[in-house]
């Protein structure tokens, strides 16, 4: 599994978009990128996952060069909720996977008011 | 997606004993893990729970001291054996779908060893 490297914290405030990147030089042809979040006392929770250029959802969106050796996630105007950490994940898909996430350190985001 | 319901939440032990985690699943999933997080860190895989086999143990990890059971394919229990405090973690389980798709976690037994 590709090794992951992130900040290991980030501070924001209230109203103001983060972008927390990740660098995974070693990703594989197969590999995706994935995103948990996590909330004290909490487990990890799924945010969004994507293979190249460009994925949006209801929470954040994920921007992927064309080369995807790094990836951005994006989280608009962010709240004191979206205080977390946040980890990167690269994976494969299909048969070849096992299901086992293996975790770097995470960023961790403090929101200020 | 499935919802998962570890106990007990948080418990305290005395050294030398031992703590078994229950961890149910509202659906049939394929895999189930185990994970540690040891405070203020990331989570660590401890194992994959095989339905109707011994489960896969990643490395530092041994049976021995991480017994897990897997009945069926709702339930698995993770036994913390001979306990001390460098135990004193959160251990969550967490199930998926296999092929990359998203895993789920539950909410995660606090065990604190006296």
């Known amino acids: 599994l590709a090794k992951t490297t992130q900040p290991i914290s980030m501070d924001s405030y209230e109203g103001q978009e983060v972008n927390i990147t990740c660098s995974h030089n070693n990703i594989a042809t197969n590999d995706y990128i994935t995103w948990y979040q996590q909330f004290p006392s909490q487990g990890p929770r799924f945010i969004i996952q994507?293979?190249?250029t460009k994925v949006t959802n209801e929470v954040a969106s994920l921007f992927i060069p064309a080369d995807r050796k790094s990836s951005t996630l994006s989280l608009p105007r962010v709240s004191l909720s979206d205080t977390a950490v946040y980890y990167c994940?690269?994976?494969?898909?299909?048969?070849?996977?096992?299901?086992?996430?293996?975790f770097g350190q995470g960023t961790t985001l403090q929101v200020k008011p | 997606s499935a919802v998962i319901s570890q106990k007990p939440s948080r418990d305290i032990c005395q050294r030398g004993t031992s703590l078994t985690i229950q961890c149910q699943v509202d659906?049939?999933?394929?895999?189930m893990f185990w994970y540690r997080q040891q405070p203020g860190q990331s989570l660590t895989l401890i194992a994959t729970?095989?339905?109707?086999?011994?489960?896969?143990?990643e490395s530092g990890f041994v049976i021995d001291k991480f017994p897990i059971s897997r009945p069926n394919l709702t339930f698995s229990t993770l036994t913390v054996s001979n306990m001390s405090p460098e135990d004193s973690s959160i251990y969550l389980c967490?199930?998926?779908?296999?092929?990359?798709?998203?895993?789920?976690f539950g909410q995660g037994t606090r065990l604190t060893v006296v």
């Open positions: 994940l690269v994976g494969s898909h299909g048969s070849g996977n096992t299901g086992k996430l293996i």
């Open positions: 729970a095989n339905q109707g086999s011994e489960a896969t143990y």
């Open positions: 967490s199930v998926g779908y296999g092929g990359g798709t998203e895993a789920f």
């Open positions: 994507g293979y190249k």
């Open positions: 659906s049939q999933v394929t895999m």
